[in-house]
């Protein structure tokens, strides 16, 4: 027997909308109450899927049913991991014992978090409401645009998480009525090099070599009023406000990206600060001593001790005392010779 489940057809796919190497599925409200959303990015014979659950929630103090739901907090996060042409679903010991090919995506390699930090170009295919599908070619991506490279958000509203396999989800935490909610998905696909003959940093070069971006807007709680009666009905369904999916390649490494040269070029930041790579590396405790005291020598000679001070004056005293014993007096009554003592209470020592 067979049951029919739903109708596609040429431009009408229901819940489902494609983008390049993406997908989104939703929103979609399940029998629970609860909103859900989907997003897939395809690679090779592998594909990621992450779905993001949003439940009805109130504000502290009112009871839960009293009133229409005044958000949608996120309370469960899915991820599948699915490949093709394989015996059994992907894991780390098979993924061990069978390298993918390049073009085909590893799943259980580390990425250092650095790697999402590089020059990205590539396609961007996007979607909406009152565009349709476009089209569109990125040289270069801008700063602004690397919300992969942030990976707690942009707003204290951002639950983030990073996987292992270069994996990078955000979702907003609740989602209230106008305001659009951002779901998004980012993967570097690409697993490390399986020459025998290919260094680390070859290794390394070859995780980074694909970034892979999918993010969907949605909308949700919008309310039904009755303008006669002036009184709320209800909510519209949520619907997808705008679908983006972004298929990149590694164009190089990032530039200027230090914060000291910022915060110099800004003033903010004195310019004697010694920079991270002018600072001594490997230094004994030895050598550190020696460099203090050579720093301490040079002091000494760039400004003149108090001690040689004293010993000058007590000089300058001395002499011109002598020389007033000599000369014939004016009075009848001499001043004894300054002592050391007084010397130092004159130049306030």
Known sequence: KTISVATYAKGNLARYRCAS???SCGPSILKSGAMSTELVLNYGDARLRVIYQHAPVWEAGIEPGSCPPQGLKLFRTMVCKETLNTPSPPTYTSEQANPPAKGNASFFKPVPPFTWHKKWAGTSWTWGEQTGDRGWSITELEEADAW?????GDTSDVWSMRLPGGILLQSPRVITTGRAGICRLAWLPEGPNT??????K??????DSKLLRIEASVLALEPIIDEEEDVMLGF?????????CDS???LGELENTSMLDKLRSMGELD???VKEEDKPVGETTQQQQERQQKQQQEQAQSTPTAAANINDASQDASTSSDKSANAPSSSSSSSPPLSEDDIRKSLKL
């Open 195 to 200: 020459d025998n003959d290919s260094s680390s």
């Open 271 to 273: 310019q004697s600060v």
């Open 148 to 152: 992969h490279g942030r990976p707690s």
């Open 21 to 23: 190497v993406g997908m």
């Open 248 to 250: 990149f390649e590694k």
């Open 202 to 207: 070859s290794q390394m070069e070859g995780i």
């Open 236 to 244: 519209y369904p949520p619907i997808l406000g705008s679908l983006r």
